[in-house]
């Protein structure tokens, strides 16, 4: 299973950022799509998971009114996101799934303030 993740974002206040999650090796709609974040100095942060089986989602509460998760079957690819950047939204971004058993190496999201 490879799970491939876009490359590093920079983006203003306010805006908004989409980071992809490509999978391969494995039946897509088998296992949900969690994501994850780090921001500089803190530990991993649980934002969310969807079923591509369905499109179902589970937001944790911090972040369900900023984001969102899609999944597009026809690539096997997952999509996160973030509207509203602050400072406090800079981080790696992690996408996992195998029940959080292969991850992707992370896409850094930086807000430019």
């Known amino acids: 299973i490879q799970v491939v993740q876009s490359g590093a974002e920079v983006r203003n206040p306010g805006a908004s950022v989409k980071v992809s999650c490509k999978t391969s090796?494995?039946?897509?709609?088998?296992?949900?799509i969690d994501w994850v974040r780090q921001a500089p100095g803190q530990g991993l942060e649980w934002m969310g998971r969807?079923?591509?089986?369905?499109?179902?989602?589970n937001y944790d509460q911090k972040f369900q009114d900023r984001v969102t998760f899609t999944a597009d079957t026809s690539t096997s690819t997952a999509y996160v996101e973030l509207s509203g950047l602050t400072s406090e939204d800079t981080a790696v971004y992690y996408c996992?799934?195998?029940?959080?058993?292969?991850w992707g190496r992370g896409t850094q999201v930086t807000d430019s303030s």
């Open positions: 969807i079923d591509p089986e369905d499109g179902g989602t």
């Open positions: 996992a799934t195998g029940a959080l058993e292969y």
């Open positions: 090796g494995y039946t897509f709609t088998n296992y949900y």
